[in-house]
């Protein structure tokens, strides 16, 4: 029968994957907004094909989730019919686009991160998260590449540019800090051998976004107090309105297809 | 096909993947999903098929449109109902491309991708021959085209855009 919204059954696999998942959904969703308001035709295609390729990983992470639950769900149903509190994603990926120096900023951190990530997943002993990690770092050794380019040319570029690129790194810098955060459920997988510790990415992270940052003739920002909080589905308040929009349709007419 | 030579698992076997492999990308009409290496495995069990595909990319919008036209042409050729699945392991890669494929593709005037590709450097440079003249001088203008798998470049040689398919 539709529903309109679900309890998950959760174990620390599920979580995991829904976490995992949710990054990817909600990231490829902020992407997907730039659709018909991107600065060129082929940055509007780079965007969208970014985006696509998030929303596939997503699909991977959530189908698994729902094999591991076990409760007869589909990658739908954690999409569409779980409220933001259910949301596990990091508060970095919710952050609105605000302009194009922020949303490829808001890139570069995520991707710098999650590239390494995959890579060290994929010696996962669990095949399907390795053969999602196999697929998935393929895509985002390429974002990783297209979103540095361009900060480096708005760092480097005008007056303008090179301003606003400063405003989006030091803006979103706060949010950086939950890349590397593993709570107690995430660290028996880890402790496991099933997922590879996000801080054991921290080194690469930094080297990346350090370099580019450099090139990019922008200031790291110091370390200090990091905003934390989406892994427990405690958001910002830009969560709330992007599930709105990407949910509008299954929470009015519940198990409506096309 | 005789029914008595579809009773042989490996006689059905071969002729399921010779029309599944037959099935062509939409978005790249002139390349199969056998010549892709989309289509990975035939599995013939108890008289059930399962057809077994990878995605090029994760978000790949293709895999829902080509496994529907498997169906479809299995069920026209009398084979049919079959189960069409998706792997993900081992992960698809443009080494999985035949080398007929790379030679449909270049005729059909998309550049195949590159061997080697320097995709690990964050700036590493491709070097790309023109598929119309077969000029080395030629640049990238997007990294992102038409499809998740190609990227769009332009000759300057003899200035023809054309379609790169990336090396994944």
């Known amino acids: 029968m539709a529903t309109t919204s679900i309890t998950v059954r959760e174990t620390p696999l599920v979580r995991y994957l829904l976490r995992r998942a949710d990054d990817a959904l909600i990231l490829g969703h902020r992407l997907s907004e730039w659709c018909g308001h991107a600065p060129t035709m082929e940055e509007e295609m780079a ?3 970014m985006g696509l ?7 991977s992470l959530y189908t698994y989730a729902a094999e591991v639950e076990g409760e007869g769900r589909t990658e739908d149903d954690f999409a569409y ?42 010696a996962s002993p669990d095949a399907t998260l390795s053969a999602i990690a196999a697929k998935a770092e393929k895509e985002s050794a390429y974002h990783v590449r297209h979103c540095a380019e361009w900060l480096i040319r708005l760092g480097d570029g005008t007056a303008e540019s090179h301003a606003r690129a400063q405003a989006a790194v030091d803006g979103l810098w706060a949010f950086t800090g939950e890349l590397f955060e593993a709570d107690a459920s995430e660290a028996g997988l880890i402790a496991d051998g099933i997922v590879p510790d996000p801080d054991s990415l921290r080194a690469a992270w930094t080297a990346t976004v350090s370099a580019v940052l450099a090139e990019a003739t922008l200031k790291l920002p110091q370390a200090g107090w990091m905003q934390k909080g989406g ?9 709330g309105p992007l599930l709105t929009e990407l949910q509008y349709l299954q929470r009015t007419f519940p198990g409506a297809t096309w | 096909m005789t029914g008595a030579a579809l009773a042989d698992p490996a006689a059905l076997r071969d002729e399921v993947w010779r029309v599944a492999g037959a099935v062509t990308d939409p978005e790249i009409p002139v390349l199969s999903i056998a010549d892709l290496g989309v289509l990975r495995d035939v599995r013939v069990a108890d008289g059930r098929v399962e057809v077994l595909i990878t995605p090029t990319y994760s978000g790949c919008p293709a895999m829902t449109m080509i496994a529907l036209e498997i169906e479809l042409a299995l069920d026209k050729a009398g084979l049919g109902p079959v189960v069409v699945k998706t792997v993900l392991a081992p992960a698809w890669t443009t080494d999985f491309m035949s080398e007929d494929g790379r030679r449909k593709l270049k005729a059909y005037g998309i550049a195949p991708p590159a061997k080697t590709a320097g995709r690990r450097a964050l700036f590493g440079v491709e070097v790309v021959d023109c598929p119309q003249c077969g000029s080395s001088d030629t640049a990238e203008i997007a990294p992102f085209g038409s499809t998740s798998c190609k990227s769009l470049w332009q000759c300057k040689a003899c200035r023809e855009p054309f379609d790169y398919f990336k090396c994944h």
């Open chain 1, 47 to 49: 965007l969208a094909n």
């Open chain 1, 53 to 59: 390729d998030l929303l596939g990983q997503a699909r």
């Open chain 1, 81 to 122: 019919l779980r409220g933001e509190r259910a949301y596990g994603n990091l508060l970095l990926v919710e952050q609105p686009n605000v302009d194009f120096a922020r949303t490829m900023a808001r890139q570069l951190f995520y991707s710098a991160f999650i590239d390494p990530y995959w890579r060290a997943l994929m």
């Open chain 1, 231 to 239: 892994r427990d589905g405690r958001h910002s308040e830009h969560l």
